[in-house]
T-cell receptor
Framework: KAGVTQTPRYLIKTRGQQVTLSCSPI?????VSWYQQTPGQGLQFLFE???????NKGNFPGRFSGRQFSNSRSEMNVSTLELGDSALYLC???????????????FGAGSRLTVL | DQQVKQNSPSLSVQEGRISILNCDYT??????FLWYKKYPAEGPTFLIS?????DKNEDGRFTVFLNKSAKHLSLHIVPSQPGDSAVYFC??????????FGGGTRLMVKP
């Protein structure tokens, strides 16, 4: 069974640009979450999608957005990039819908974004 | 505010000895707790979990203890092995919603 796949693994952008990151969940998983990992802030929740609907959103500015497609694949977009957006962006999938109880997430390897 | 805290950024242990990683939380609505392990250049890997209705869960060398009154959980690794060297994150969820993570503890197991 293939794991969570994230593309691209590494990318470099400059301030003001925008970026789109992609995530393919484990086959059969319909819940996809995104987290940002930075050295100072640890893992911070960005948003969670289930059945193409955003179910939860973290405390990030509107420059951060996401969506989920009918095949459960998800993308996140960051517009008008700032230096502080440099981070490892992690996608995770779960077989369980949000609020269903135990929530064990399976993470991908992440997309490392560097903003210059 | 940090709802989940891991106060020790790093821990060094001799191979074969016990590793104890600690985690504190403030939100009394958390009802499910997990530990993840992370190697460099990889995503976090699920290790072990515990429901708030239990106070202990064991899986091989890994045991998680939950003290609800103190809002504290700990992960015990016995015996510790060099391959256990990684960053360990504790996480908590409320009714199966998004996970809130601690800042992580880097464990180094010396041969």
């Amino acid at each position: 069974k293939a794991g969570v796949t994230q593309t691209p693994r590494y990318l470099i952008k400059t301030r003001g640009q925008q970026v789109t990151l992609s995530c393919s969940p484990i086959s059969g998983h319909r819940s996809v979450s995104w987290y940002q990992q930075t050295p100072g802030q640890g893992l911070q929740f960005l948003f969670e999608y289930f059945s193409e609907t955003q179910r939860n959103k973290g405390n990030f500015p509107g420059r951060f957005s996401g969506r989920q497609f009918s095949n459960s694949r998800s993308e996140m977009n960051v517009s008008t990039l700032e230096l502080g957006d440099s981070a490892l962006y992690l996608c995770a999938s779960s077989a369980d819908p949000p609020g269903s109880g135990a929530n064990v997430l399976t993470f991908g390897a992440g997309s490392r974004l560097t903003v210059l | 505010d940090q709802q989940v805290k891991q106060n020790s950024p790093s821990l060094s242990v001799q191979e074969g000895r016990i590793s104890i990683l600690n985690c504190d939380y403030t939100n009394s609505m958390f009802d499910y707790f997990l530990w993840y392990k992370k190697y460099p250049a990889e995503g976090p890997t699920f290790l072990i979990s515990i429901s708030s209705i239990k106070d202990k869960n064991e899986d091989g060398r890994f045991t998680v203890f939950l003290n609800k009154s103190a809002k504290h959980l700990s992960l015990h690794i016995v015996p510790s092995q060099p391959g256990d060297s990684a960053v360990y994150f504790c996480a908590a969820s409320d009714a199966g919603n998004m996970l809130t993570f601690g800042g992580g503890t880097r464990l180094m197991v010396k041969p």
